[in-house]
């Protein structure tokens, strides 16, 4: 199941946040910093997949920004790291200039 | 060019605000325009040029204040309002509160034209939560919008029901979006199935009567409808597997058309067919499948077909691959497809692609148990991840090493563990490794020595964030004791021996936890070290009392421990000086401490009395009662006190008096159960055993013991002498790497890395030389012929700490009480028996059965305190509940409603003539309420068949065995499986050494159901020598009506009792037009379900009814405008779940 499903850029600054399981709002905030902390602690050859308390993180990088989703035990990793980016071409398809202009200088 | 990514994102919640009504959703324009135009745009550009968090709080604040003063403007147009609803969420969503806004985001769903709605439905999902108080307000909103004939608002109450809706108010909404799933449009459909999937997951038991539907969804000519409608599939398998074995060919069904492209390309992912569908049927399969041959079997071609089409390189069908691989390993195994899978985690694993990698070693964790042989092939792989940077890659390696530990390489693995845990700094790592280890120590230690350091790393590196289980575990081990005395003595002198010389280093801080357990041991156990003089002991224990970093938690420990010491010390200084100490503490427990102490000095021969030595596993008696405060409690109201009312009573009361009207059934017995309720009615709190405690956990360790291994068909790699290399890299001199003895890598200095023996002449470099070292430590045990199994028996012989198994003694005393009662049965039999004897054996047996059950209660609690009562009172005791249970039988099905197969006698004679081989029950059964002869299995030489007879107090299962050849079958032995549903009183096995030709044999077995469900299916197996040996395989559907009884009891008793229970379910249903009456419909219940009726007032019905052995559960009914609305009460929480369903079933059936 997925739990959360955050982007934030390297300044670790949050730009959408989506809470499929209720977290109290002043929680949100320690989470989201904690979350990006540990993604930008990591580095290209590391795994995507992060173990972070009782669930695991999943995160994928473009350009400056991470976009992270937090899963339970259950999911495939796998199948998740390619939601996410199913989700940024949909993106790409539904405002076709920008994002694809973006994705392009990758 | 980031930031352009994040403009694009930020302004997706502009888009919606900023879209004129009619603009098509893909027709925006650039971004620019909208976020230009928009005050969200402005919004989200102003806090992205802030450099600091705190300009981004302040300029929020101050947005938030203005948009406050706004939506609470009368003036406010609901246009406006959708724009601040807009800047609102992205307010919230950056981690500011704006509940100020919540009330107007339900306004605006209620009152908006359709994008106002839409947006007022979007804030609210995300606003609020399943408990939020304002989400009431919205059930009428969504109620109006399902009704609406334009699809798009239908569309949104859906989407909004299915992310948040308030779990009580579902029955307002059930019917309404039941009808949407014959809606025309598959998107209504679709979200239809959505919304019943979330109510599926908040109260299962309201929507267990559209399961039926579910299989439409399923059928779905969209694609779409079928694939929302595999979530609940999923869910519900995983619940009950057995209920939808039927439905398996339609899955595979349908992942053979996803797998063959047959979906439309839409559904497409670079390529690869719709790859979570086909991941989330992999899923469904692979529960279905789990211990079923025969289903596995429908499902090996289409793994097959999956694993073929997945051979494209790309990241989802890597995806699908693992999932295969997973689903391939839980069926019951197929060798071609084990190999492939097998194949498909070394590709994995070998990969040099890190995210590749790590699901290799997933799988392979998930695998290994089955196949431990896959860890042989994959040793070296292994060991290099060991070491890999990523510590993440290396966490998944231990958790993988956990799993293949054995007694011979758990000295290396725990090492390695303990290596991981000092570098690592998170928590919940901490936690869950020192978990493993202690498990595994415990398992497996090698020495004393070895078992007590690592206990000491784990203590002293986990800190206080260990679970408290691990120390109390640790201690319980200690306490008890193992079969040998003299092993028991001297890992608890080497314990105190290490605790001493750890304390030495005087100013060292350890954890807690660390410091209670070392008191305990100390106090406990101190002269079994006769070198140490105790005065020594209670100086450091002195000191450590003076330390500032230990609480007083732990001060209380050691208290006690300098107690206990001071017991078994003639006058010491150290204890005086203390006394004097502490008695002035300001901490006041330390000071009652003190005190105790100083008077139990003063009396040492009390002290002594009161603490014995090593009785800390002497189980105390406790009067739970608490028998010896009658007097006082008599005293008391003979001095006109109130008498004593439980808290729930009180409760119940209160709100009584609170309410105008009175909802509450029979309020009026409360009269009488206030009267007499008073010293009789209390029951006490403190009904607590040590021995069930105890019981409980050998249980489990017992199985875990059992978890073994399928070794067969595999090729044994690995021999006694550790690694054998392969041909590849032996090339050099066929120089053997020598086994590194356990012993030199022992856990004692945990500090230091494992000490490698130098390997001579060899060609291959230094480093991958230390890695096969390394690999034959690990691997050790792995394989080879003295270790078949990893976890299995083998073990449990080697296995170093075996507990004394508390619950053999239980056993043997339930085994004693029912001797006891059996004896009693015999003399009561002549007097009770009315049935003529002809057939002494079997009828002997059915009556001891029958009364055997009682004595076996699952209430081990109540069992326990009944073996310490002496054995005189306990028997009589017995034949109390002996003659209540003779008694009760004759009247338990005398209500004549009840529908009961009653043969007529003729009826098995004449079945008997034609085919003499169908059997029929024995006379004394015949009897009893009992079901048809059905066959369960045959082959050539033997068929089985099967009747179910309800008794009062069990279900029997009485299976016949017939021999269908015309010579004698020898050696048939018949097993039932262990399941988690039901318990098999006595044995799950019945033998019968030999059975004569063209005969039938029989035997019964006595049923309880352990954990309530509505059916589950129990299988077992025959085996018998024929030509060869042979085994037939079966399986029963046992129901819970079948372990239900009506329960006797009057209206008074119904009152009293239902106020005492704490679970209750809530049901409205309709009633069809031939059971208009409240009479009608209660007949119905009572005849179907074996309810008892218990009275009827007015509109108003209770029912009552047992699961066997005792459980009660009350039903109260009443009838208002055509539907019944029911309300079930009992102490086990899924009981009422379970027979509100049977309810529902049969009401919909009549």
Redesign the interface.
């Known amino acids: 199941m997925i739990k959360f499903f955050l982007m934030v850029n390297k300044q670790g600054q949050t730009r959408l946040s989506r809470y499929y399981e209720h977290v109290e709002i002043n929680k949100r905030t320690m989470l989201e910093a904690e979350v990006i902390k540990n993604c930008l602690s990591r580095s290209k050859d590391e795994c995507s997949f992060i173990e972070y308390k009782d669930f695991k993180l999943v995160y994928r990088q473009y350009a400056a920004l991470f976009i992270v989703v937090g899963i339970d035990q259950t999911e495939n990793e796998m199948a998740v790291y390619e939601l996410i980016h199913n989700f940024v071409e949909v993106l790409d398809k539904y405002f076709s200039r920008v994002v694809s202009e973006t994705l392009n200088l990758l | 060019?980031?930031d352009?990514?994040?403009?694009?994102?930020?302004?997706?919640p502009g888009l919606l605000g900023q879209h004129d009504p009619g603009a098509g959703p893909?027709g925006?324009g650039?971004?620019g325009r909208v976020s230009a135009s928009s005050r969200l745009g402005s919004l989200i550009r102003s806090i992205?040029a802030l450099t600091s968090k705190h300009e981004e709080e302040k300029l929020i604040q101050q947005e938030l204040t203005s948009l406050k003063a706004t939506v609470s403007a009368p003036t406010t147009t609901l246009r406006l309002m959708k724009e601040c609803m807009v800047r609102l969420i992205y307010c919230?969503?950056?981690?500011?509160?704006s509940s100020f806004g919540y009330i107007h985001a339900i306004k605006l769903a209620q009152q908006g034209n359709l994008l106002e709605k839409r947006v007022g439905y979007l804030a609210v999902s995300?606003f609020l939560?399943?408990n939020h108080e304002l989400l009431l307000l919205l059930v009428n909103t969504v109620v109006k919008d399902l009704q609406s004939t334009n699809l798009v608002e239908v569309c949104m109450a859906l989407t909004v029901v299915s992310q948040i809706f308030p779990r009580e108010m579902i029955p307002a909404v059930l019917p309404l979006i039941e009808d949407k799933l014959q809606h025309s449009k598959e998107i209504i459909r679709r979200k239809a199935v959505q919304a019943l999937y979330k109510f599926y997951l908040i109260a299962p038991n309201q929507v267990q009567h559209i399961h039926d539907k579910f299989r439409k969804a399923l059928c779905d000519r969209d694609a779409g409808v079928m694939a929302a409608s595999l979530h609940i599939y999923l869910q519900m398998i995983k619940e009950n597997s057995s209920g939808y074995k039927d439905l398996t060919s339609s899955f595979v069904t349908i992942l053979k058309q996803v797998v063959g492209g047959k979906l439309s390309a839409d559904f497409n992912?670079h390529s690869v067919p719709a790859?979570?569908l086909q991941?989330q049927l992999l899923r469904i399969l692979g529960l279905l499948g789990k211990d079923d041959p025969r289903t596995s079997e429908l499902m090996y071609d289409v793994l097959d077909e999956s694993l073929r089409r997945a051979e494209i390189n790309h990241?989802?069908t890597?995806?699908i691959l693992?999932?295969c691989v997973q689903t391939i390993y839980t069926i019951c195994p197929k060798s071609e497809l084990l190999e492939k899978a097998a194949k498909c985690i070394g590709k994995f694993v070998l990969s040099p692609k890190?995210?590749l990698?790590?699901?290799g070693l997933?799988a392979l964790t998930y695998v290994i148990q089955q196949d431990p042989n896959l860890a042989l092939q994959h040793q070296m792989t292994i060991i290099e991840c060991l070491d890999h940077?990523?510590p993440?890659?290396k966490?998944e390696t231990l958790e993988l090493l956990y799993r293949i530990t054995n007694g011979q390489n758990v000295v290396v693995i725990v090492q390695k563990m303990l290596d991981y845990l000092k570098e690592s700094k998170?928590e919940?790592?901490i936690i869950d490794l020192v978990g493993k280890i202690a498990e595994l120590a415990e398992k497996y230690a090698p020495t004393n020595e070895w078992f007590i350091q690592t206990m000491n790393a784990v203590f002293s590196v986990g800190g206080d964030v260990v679970h408290s289980d691990i120390p109390n575990n640790f201690l319980r081990l200690l306490a008890e004791g193992f079969d040998d005395a003299e092993e028991d003595h001297q890992l608890r002198m080497y314990a105190v021996q290490s605790y001493l010389a750890l304390l030495e280093e005087g100013d060292k801080l350890y954890p807690q936890k660390f410091l209670q357990v070392m008191s305990w041991v100390l106090g406990e156990y101190f002269s079994l070290v006769p070198d140490v003089d105790p005065e020594v002991i209670l100086t450091k224990l002195h000191s450590l009392l003076k330390k500032t970093f230990v609480t007083s938690e732990t001060k209380a420990w050691i208290m006690a421990a300098v107690t206990k010491i001071a017991s078994h010390t003639s006058c010491s200084k150290t204890v005086d000086e203390l006394i004097q100490e502490l008695s002035s503490s300001l901490d006041t427990c330390l000071r009652q401490y003190a005190f105790e102490l100083k008077h139990l000095c003063e009396d040492k021969a009390l002290m002594k009395n009161l603490l014995p030595f090593d009785a800390s596993c002497t189980d105390l008696v406790v009067d739970a009662s608490l028998s010896f405060l009658d007097g006082f409690v008599a005293e008391g109201l003979g001095h006109g006190a109130a008498p004593y009312k439980p808290h729930h009573q009180r409760q119940e009361e209160k709100l009584s008096q609170e309410k105008a009207l009175n909802f509450e059934p029979y309020g009026l017995s409360f009269a009488s159960s206030v009267s007499s309720s008073g010293v009789t009615g209390r029951q006490s709190p403190t009904g607590l055993s040590f021995g069930s405690d105890t019981s409980g956990n050998s249980a489990e360790t017992g199985h875990k013991e059992t978890n073994s291994l399928k070794l067969e068909g595999v090729r044994k790699l690995w021999g006694k002498e550790g690694y054998l290399p392969k041909k590849e890299n032996k090339t050099g001199k066929g120089n053997e790497p020598q086994t590194v003895p356990c012993g030199s890598l022992l856990a004692g200095q945990v500090g230091e890395p494992p000490a490698l023996q130098p390997d001579q002449g060899a060609s291959l470099s230094e480093e991958d030389k230390e890695k096969q070292q390394l690999a034959s430590t690990l691997f050790l045990g792995l394989g080879s012929s003295a270790g078949v199994s990893l976890m299995g028996k083998a073990d449990t012989a080697t296995q170093k700490f075996k507990r004394k198994s508390k619950i053999n003694e239980t056993q043997q005393l339930s085994e004693e009480a029912s001797d006891l009662q059996n004896s009693a049965a015999s003399d009561f039999g002549p007097l009770l028996d009315t049935v003529p004897i002809n057939m002494e054996d079997s009828e002997g047996s059915v009556h001891t059965r029958l009364r055997k059950a009682p004595p076996c209660s699952s209430d081990t609690v109540e069992d326990n305190l009944a073996f310490e009562t002496p054995q005189s009172l306990r028997k009589s005791m017995l034949d109390d509940r002996l003659s209540a249970n003779r008694l009760s039988q004759s009247s338990l099905f005398a209500d004549s409603n009840i529908e009961i197969f009653q043969p007529s006698p003729s009826a098995p004679c004449e079945s008997a003539s034609e085919t003499p081989l169908v059997p029929s029950l024995p006379e004394e059964l015949e009897e009893l309420p009992h079901s048809e002869v059905v066959g369960l299995c045959q082959s050539d030489a033997l068929a089985l068949h099967l009747c179910k007879v309800w008794t009062d107090d069990s279900l029997l299962l009485i299976v016949f065995v017939s021999n269908k050849t015309t010579s004698a079958l020898c050696a048939v032995n018949l097993v039932f499986e262990e399941t988690e549903h039901f318990q098999i009183l006595e044995s799950a096995t019945s033998q019968f050494p030999v059975i004569e030709a063209q005969s039938v044999e029989h035997c019964q077995k006595g049923m309880r159901m352990n954990k309530v469900c509505t059916q589950a299916i129990l299988s077992g197996s025959v085996g018998y020598q024929a030509e060869m040996e042979t085994h037939l395989e079966f399986s029963v559907t046992l129901s819970l009506m079948d372990f239900i009884r009506p329960m006797e009891m009057t209206t008074e008793d119904f009152g009293k009792l239902w106020l005492s229970l704490s679970n209750d379910v809530k049901q409205n249903i309709k009633m069809s037009s031939c059971q208009d009456s409240l009479s009608a419909a209660l007949d119905t219940l009572q005849q179907k379900l074996k309810l008892h009726r218990v009275d009827i007032i007015g509109n108003e019905g209770i029912l009552a009814c047992q699961l066997l052995p005792s459980v009660p559960c009350l039903l109260h009914c009443r009838t208002h405008s055509g539907m019944l609305a029911l309300w079930f009460r009992s102490p086990c929480a899924a009981l009422p779940d379970g027979l509100l369903y049977q309810c529902q079933k049969v009401m919909e059936e009549s």
């Open positions: 060019m980031s352009v990514v994040e403009r694009t994102l930020s302004a997706l893909g925006a650039g971004p992205t919230e969503m950056l981690g500011y509160e995300l939560h399943e992912y790859p979570w991941i990241n989802i890597y995806a693992f999932e890190i995210n990698k790590y699901l997933k940077p990523d993440i890659i966490r998170e919940y790592a």
